[in-house]
């Protein structure tokens, strides 16, 4: 159930709010503006994401008109979701929802992944229905800065 008080930054999950001063939204939040941002990714999870990445394409399909590409669904049997950015000749991965570290120049989100792509779906919904990304450009106007995973996991393990 989501709560619509005109806040973007609350991300409903279930059974809790993750809102702003939640130690993850960041990274959900940029992880969210990575997927809609991007026009070339694919998403390698388990099946029972593939009606919640149907959904994410028409979303990207109604907010974003004039986008041709959208998110490809790869299934696999692994508790965990790798997001790839596909843009380049060799895929590179920009995701990680699960417990085990990813390089860090990877977004991780550590959750179990239910909770974690829903957290992922809710952002990129909320960021799709405010206009994100808007126009082509604007996301150097981001007023948050620059996204530094390192700093974010340090400041994580220290608190």
Not at 70 to 79: E, I, V, W, Y
Not at 86 to 93: A, F, G, L, V, Y
Not at 140 to 154: L, Q
Request: hydrophobic share 40%.
């Amino acid at each position: 159930m989501t709560v619509n008080n005109g806040i973007i930054q609350d991300l409903p999950l279930i059974g809790l709010i993750m809102q702003m001063n939640h130690p993850l939204w960041p990274v959900v939040r940029e992880s969210a503006r990575r997927v809609v941002r991007i026009q070339k990714i694919s998403i390698t999870a388990p099946e029972i994401f593939s009606s919640s990445i149907v959904y994410l394409t028409d979303l990207i399909r109604d907010n974003i008109p004039q986008r041709i590409t959208f998110p490809l669904h790869q299934s696999h049997a692994n508790d965990e979701v790798w997001i790839y950015d596909n843009t380049d000749t060799i895929s590179k991965p920009i995701v990680y929802i699960g417990d085990s570290e990813p390089p860090i120049e990877i977004c991780w989100i550590e959750m179990p992944i239910e909770l974690g792509f829903s957290a992922l779906m809710e952002s990129c919904e909320q960021l799709l229905n405010a206009g994100y990304p808007g126009c082509v450009g604007c996301d150097e106007s981001i007023p948050e800065g620059r996204w530094d995973e390192g700093k974010f996991r340090v400041g994580r393990k220290n608190n």
